[in-house]
């Protein structure tokens, strides 16, 4: 079935306020009497809304805590690489995460000039950076609640091994993270954000040519090139919208 809004601007009614959203996730506080608004991470991360109380910045406070302390709990001294999507909440739990990052001097990168990174992307520069590493290794935080609502927020942790982290890890990661909050979150290290990234431990990296250049070594481009196909590709506003000019 077709929908009657295909190829049409999308009607105001369902347009998101983004001012009002991220206003919910600076200001709204989660309840942790109430189990919705805890830290509860499924089978890709935790996620939830600003508006109800389920994806804010406390939330993000307390996990990128929890990750920091999970990262020193396993030795992992090597970067973290820091990605977001294009959901509205992302670009301040990002703000929020680089700010938590910096205070606990983590060495962490974030997509130049503010871009989005797609979460393949994430997990090659994790890869890269760990092949033929035995210690000192790197892993990474995605803020992404995936293909949910434009009014939702995600965020997810990625280890060593570049993937989802397992089980065992995001339960650890969700007890810190629900015990901080239970705590206000005076557990947390944080500094402004305006000081955080001119941190030594924080840089600005463009993620985008190293995957690209990548691509020839798991995808035979020559051999495309040659076969005279023609692709339409639209990436629906999603996190990787930069990146199919320059594959193109």
Same mark, same amino acid.
């Given at each position: 079935?077709?929908?009657?809004?295909?190829?049409?601007?999308?009607?105001?009614?369902?347009?998101?306020?983004?001012?009002?959203?991220?206003?919910?996730?600076?200001?709204?506080?989660?309840?942790?009497?109430?189990?919705?608004?805890?830290?509860?991470?499924?089978?890709?991360?935790?996620?939830?809304?600003?508006?109800?109380?389920?994806?804010?910045?406390?939330?993000?406070?307390?996990?990128?805590?929890?990750?920091?302390?999970?990262?020193?709990?396993?030795?992992?001294?090597?970067?973290?690489?820091?990605?977001?999507?294009?959901?509205?909440?992302?670009?301040?739990?990002?703000?929020?995460?680089?700010?938590?990052?910096?205070?606990?001097?983590?060495?962490?990168?974030?997509?130049?000039?503010?871009?989005?990174?797609?979460?393949?992307?994430?997990?090659?520069?994790?890869?890269?950076?760990?092949?033929?590493?035995?210690? #000192?290794? $790197? +892993?990474?935080? @995605?803020? %992404?609640?995936?293909? =949910?609502?434009?009014? &939702?927020?995600?965020?997810?942790? /990625?280890?060593?091994?570049? #993937?989802? $982290? +397992?089980?065992? @890890?995001? %339960?650890?990661?969700? =007890?810190?993270?629900? &015990?901080?909050?239970?705590?206000? /979150?005076?557990?947390?290290?944080?500094?402004?954000?305006?000081?955080?990234?001119?941190?030594?431990?924080?840089?600005?990296? &463009?993620?985008?040519?190293?995957?690209?250049?990548?691509?020839?070594?798991?995808?035979?481009?020559?051999?495309?090139?040659?076969?005279?196909?023609?692709?339409?590709?639209?990436?629906?506003?999603?996190?990787?919208?930069?990146?199919?000019?320059?594959?193109?």
């Amino acid at each position: 079935m077709i929908s009657p809004l295909a190829g049409k601007p999308a009607p105001k009614e369902l347009l998101i306020d983004v001012a009002a959203l991220e206003k919910a996730y600076y200001d709204n506080v989660p309840d942790m009497d109430n189990p919705a608004q805890r830290v509860a991470f499924g089978t890709s991360g935790h996620r939830g809304k600003p508006a109800d109380g389920s994806f804010t910045e406390s939330h993000i406070l307390a996990i990128t805590q929890a990750v920091c302390d999970y990262r020193a709990a396993q030795g992992y001294s090597g970067p973290l690489y820091l990605g977001k999507d294009t959901h509205a909440a992302s670009d301040p739990a990002q703000r929020t995460a680089i700010e938590v990052l910096a205070a606990n001097g983590v060495s962490c990168f974030y997509q130049l000039k503010n871009g989005n990174t797609p979460t393949p992307v994430i997990s090659h520069a994790i890869l890269r950076y760990n092949d033929n590493r035995t210690s #000192g290794l $790197a +892993d990474g935080i @995605v803020i %992404t609640p995936s293909h =949910n609502p434009p009014t &939702d927020g995600g965020i997810k942790y /990625n280890g060593p091994d570049g #993937g989802p $982290a +397992d089980t065992e @890890v995001t %339960t650890w990661i969700q =007890n810190r993270a629900n &015990d901080l909050l239970r705590e206000k /979150n005076r557990g947390v290290k944080r500094i402004p954000y305006e000081k955080a990234v001119h941190e030594d431990c924080v840089s600005a990296y &463009d993620f985008l040519f190293p995957y690209i250049q990548d691509l020839r070594n798991v995808v035979d481009l020559d051999l495309i090139s040659t076969t005279g196909v023609s692709l339409g590709v639209d990436p629906l506003g999603g996190a990787g919208r930069a990146y199919w000019q320059p594959i193109a």
